[in-house]
C-alpha cells in the first residue's frame, strides 16, 4: 500500500536461525487476533498508519480476508490490541520467504520494542512452517521502522531500478 507510484523498498532477512527477541514488558500479552479484537485492532492501524483510511472494512480487504494473510499476532494491553504483525505467503513473488506483513503499534504505545516482539513472533511462525527466510516491504518514510528492521538484521534488497538511489538516501538519512 504505497502512497508513491514507486513500489515500496524491500527487505530480507535470510536466516530465521538465531531469532533472540525482546522480552514482554509486564501487562502486555502476546497472542493470536480474535474476531472480538476487530474494534480495537483498527484503532491501532490508524494510529499506526494515519496515512491510510483503515475502517472494519479495509481491515477485512486488506488483512482478514486475504488468503495469503495465514495468522495476525496482535499485543493485547488491558483487553486492548496496541501492537500487530501478520503472517503472509506469496510464494509466487517470494519462493521459500514468509513475508512480514502489517506490522504497526499504537503511538501511546511505542518505546517498548513491541512492533519489534510482535514481528519476532511472525519470524518464529515462518521457521515453523518450514520457511528459511522472511521479506517485508516498507516506504521509504518509515525511518524509524527501517532502523528497528536494520536492528533486526533485515537487510535492503533491490527488486526496482529505483532502489538503489532510495536506498542509498534512507540508509543516510539513517547515519549509516
Given at each position: 500500500m504505497s502512497q508513491h507510484s514507486q513500489p515500496q523498498l524491500l527487505m530480507?532477512?535470510?536466516?530465521?536461525?538465531?531469532?533472540?527477541?525482546?522480552?514482554?514488558?509486564?501487562?502486555?500479552?502476546?497472542?493470536?487476533?480474535?474476531?472480538?479484537?476487530?474494534?480495537?485492532?483498527?484503532?491501532?492501524?490508524?494510529?499506526?498508519?494515519?496515512?491510510?483510511?483503515?475502517?472494519?472494512?479495509?481491515?477485512?480487504?486488506?488483512?482478514?480476508?486475504?488468503?495469503?494473510?495465514?495468522?495476525?499476532?496482535?499485543?493485547?494491553?488491558?483487553?486492548?490490541?496496541v501492537a500487530t504483525a501478520s503472517v503472509r505467503y506469496v510464494e509466487h513473488r517470494y519462493p521459500g520467504a514468509g513475508y512480514l506483513h502489517w506490522v504497526g503499534t499504537n503511538p501511546k504505545h511505542q518505546g517498548k520494542k513491541l512492533g519489534m516482539i510482535v514481528s519476532y513472533a511472525v519470524l518464529q511462525a515462518f521457521r515453523e512452517d518450514g520457511y528459511p527466510q522472511a521479506v517485508l516491504q516498507t516506504d521509504d518514510f518509515r525511518k524509524s521502522a527501517i532502523a528497528i528492521y536494520l536492528r533486526m538484521g533485515f537487510v535492503p534488497e533491490h527488486s526496482h531500478e529505483s532502489h538503489p538511489e532510495r536506498w542509498q538516501a534512507v540508509l543516510t538519512a539513517l547515519g549509516r
Open positions: 530480507r532477512l535470510s536466516s530465521l536461525e538465531n531469532l533472540n527477541p525482546p522480552v514482554l514488558p509486564e501487562g502486555y500479552k502476546l497472542r493470536l487476533f480474535e474476531e472480538s479484537d476487530r474494534a480495537t485492532l483498527t484503532h491501532t492501524l490508524k494510529a499506526a498508519f494515519p496515512e491510510l483510511l483503515w475502517s472494519e472494512e479495509s481491515i477485512g480487504k486488506w488483512l482478514l480476508d486475504d488468503p495469503t494473510v495465514k495468522k495476525v499476532f496482535v499485543i493485547d494491553y488491558e483487553g486492548q490490541v
